[in-house]
């Protein structure tokens, strides 16, 4: 598991997995047992006497059944709610709508708060244009608001719409066209330059790309 503020997720993976036990979910040699590590092991990283691996936590969250999405914690009133989109992003597969989930918070509070629309997603099996920046299955937190999506930058990542499907790409906006940049060779489907023909920036592009974060294999 390897994501900007490791140390906060690790926490709150600590949590949920002592939780998961103390509540008699699951008993310690059971969860070790699903995450292929010793039982003594595990009892001294949930008792705090050892550190969190990278290794062992991406073999907890799978034993937990949890993804980097889940890490999330209770969101304060008065703040946008976190939306998620229903299926995964780019790939050219069809561009997925964005619901709102009960009212939820992204680890990683200031971060969240300082957008005006964000919403959860996650990097489509197929997609790979953006390698190695952004691998499949990665989780994305977007900023879907409109000042996000008119002036994109060329240092950014951005969740893209054209003819009905989802890309991840860098662009760039002129007067005419948005033009696309990928880090592989090519992606298949998304043209380098998109003709506006009348229509707004923010009609193509739906999100940037604010944080991702991934579990190591």
């Not at 008699?24 to 070790?32: N, Q």
């Not at 980097?68 to 780019?90: I, Q, S, T």
């Not at 662009?171 to 060779?185: D, G």
Request: proline share 6%; aromatic share 6%; net charge positive.
């Amino acid at each position: 598991m390897s994501i900007e503020g490791f140390d906060d997720a690790s926490r709150r993976l600590l949590l949920l997995a002592q939780g998961r036990v103390r509540s008699g979910e699951l008993s310690e040699r059971r969860l070790a047992k699903l995450a292929g590590v010793s039982q003594p092991h595990l009892h001294n990283i949930l008792a705090g006497k050892r550190g969190l691996a990278n290794a062992v936590a991406d073999k907890l969250l799978y034993a937990l059944d949890l993804t980097m999405a889940d890490l999330l914690v209770g969101r304060r009133p008065g703040h946008a709610p976190l939306g998620r989109m229903e299926g995964p992003v780019g790939g050219g597969r069809a561009f997925p709508r964005t619901i709102h989930a009960p009212p939820v918070q992204f680890y990683d509070a200031k971060r969240l708060e300082s957008l005006e629309d964000p919403c959860l997603a996650r990097v489509a099996l197929e997609e790979r244009a953006m390698a190695p920046t952004l691998l499949p299955g990665d989780d994305l937190l977007l900023e879907c608001a409109w000042r996000a999506r008119r002036w994109p930058r060329r240092e950014s990542v951005y969740a893209v719409e054209w003819q009905g499907r989802g890309y991840l790409c860098r662009c760039q906006a002129t007067a005419a066209a948005l033009l696309t940049a990928v880090e592989a060779s090519e992606s298949e489907g998304l043209p380098a330059a998109i003709p506006l023909d009348g229509r707004k920036v923010e009609d193509l592009v739906r999100g940037e790309v604010v944080w991702f974060g991934r579990a190591l294999r």
